[in-house]
């Protein structure tokens, strides 16, 4: 089954809000990366994370990675109707071989 | 640069009939994925590649999925007999140039199993 969770499963926000996913993990992990999948559509590549404690920007979106490297979330700022879709956290751990394990996923609805 | 393609987009098929998805890879990536996305869940690992060469299979329900890729660039997903709980969207990706480890993932394959 799934090792990695994440939450909340949905989240519907007025457009303009923030939003916060977050992604939580038992074992340590190597990386982890952030996935976003819009309705309809296949997943897509935003950011991978790897160092312990590491923040990262993408315009009105900011990646952090735990310290212990056992979580991480994407927060964005001033939510768009552009930003529909699922948000999937992707993790590879310390004792796997190249191979991600991807969470549920947050489903982020905006109310224009 | 072409992305990763797949085929067929769409199938359905009655249970216990059998069903086979294509995958070809961005051009050079040794490193190609099969995932099984049911409605309302992330992408689960069916299968992993390394060229032709199978890095993890343990999720894959050996009893009736099969997954090959004989020259280390596309592969095939098989499903025989496929059940109604298959009904899914079957993910392939592939990584190998960039060195965030992304994954680029195609278009998908629907299998509705009535």
């Known amino acids: 089954g799934q090792q990695v969770m994440q939450i909340p499963q949905y989240q519907h926000v007025q457009e303009g809000e923030d939003f916060t996913t977050y992604c939580n993990s038992s074992?340590?992990?190597?990386?982890i990366q952030w996935y976003k999948q819009r309705p309809g559509g296949h997943p897509v590549f935003l950011i991978q994370?790897?160092?312990?404690?590491e923040v990262k920007k993408q315009k009105r979106l900011t990646f952090q990675f735990g310290e212990a490297k056992k979580n991480s979330s994407l927060h964005i700022t001033a939510t768009q109707t552009t930003d529909v879709g699922t948000y999937f956290c992707?993790?590879?751990?310390?004792?796997?071989?190249?191979?991600?394990?991807f969470g549920s996923g947050t489903r982020l609805l905006v109310r224009p | 640069e072409a992305g990763v393609a797949q085929s067929p987009r769409y199938k359905i098929i009655e249970k216990r009939q059998s069903v086979a998805f294509w995958c070809n890879p961005i051009?050079?990536?040794?490193?190609l994925y099969w995932y099984q996305q049911i409605l309302g869940q992330g992408p689960k690992l069916l299968i992993q590649?390394?060229?032709?060469?199978?890095?993890?299979d343990s999720q894959l329900p050996k009893d009736r999925f099969s997954a090959e890729r004989l020259k280390g660039v596309d592969s095939t997903l098989k499903i025989q007999p496929a059940k109604l709980e298959d009904s899914a969207v079957y993910l392939c990706?592939?990584?190998?140039?960039?060195?965030?480890?992304?994954?680029?993932f195609g278009e998908g394959s629907r299998l509705t199993v009535l």
């Open positions: 990706a592939s990584s190998g140039l960039t060195n965030t480890g992304e994954l680029f």
């Open positions: 074992t340590t992990l190597s990386n």
């Open positions: 590649f390394q060229n032709n060469g199978v890095v993890d």
């Open positions: 994370l790897v160092k312990s404690g």
């Open positions: 051009s050079g990536h040794a490193t």
């Open positions: 992707a993790a590879l751990r310390m004792d796997s071989s190249y191979k991600l394990i």
